[in-house]
């Protein structure tokens, strides 16, 4: 069985910093694309940044600058560092993963999400 397991969520005060990280387990052949996404209350899911395994990264324009991810392919895991953190970047954070599970089959898993709260 595949999981995802974030860590590094907490509380902050805005300007302060965070790093998540997720790890991958199971029964795997490799992982591909990897991301990190939000969603705060009330609010869609959405896209906060993508690396692929190649390293070749995505942000949204709300974090360019602000945050890096990267990765570890040795170690299947993925990290998101978070800077100047605003008040608006409150919400649970999900890892997602594209991961092939066997032979020509790549299935999209989600962990089950950290929350960071940015507040004073």
């Known amino acids: 069985q595949v999981q995802l397991v974030e860590s590094g969520g907490g509380l902050v005060q805005p300007g302060g910093s965070l790093r998540l990280s997720c790890a991958v387990s199971?029964?795997?052949?490799?992982?591909?694309?990897m991301g990190w996404y939000r969603q705060a209350p009330g609010e869609q899911r959405e896209l906060v940044a993508t690396i692929t395994r190649g390293g070749r990264t995505k942000y949204a324009d709300s974090v360019k600058g602000r945050f890096s991810i990267s990765r570890d392919n040795d170690k299947n895991t993925v990290s998101l560092q978070m800077n100047s953190l605003k008040p608006e970047d409150t919400a649970v954070y999900y890892c997602?993963?594209?991961?092939?599970?066997?032979?020509?089959?790549?299935?999209?898993?989600w962990g089950r999400g950290t929350q960071v709260t940015v507040s004073s």
């Open positions: 199971g029964s795997i052949t490799r992982v591909y694309a």
């Open positions: 997602n993963a594209d991961i092939g599970v066997h032979s020509g089959v790549i299935v999209g898993y």
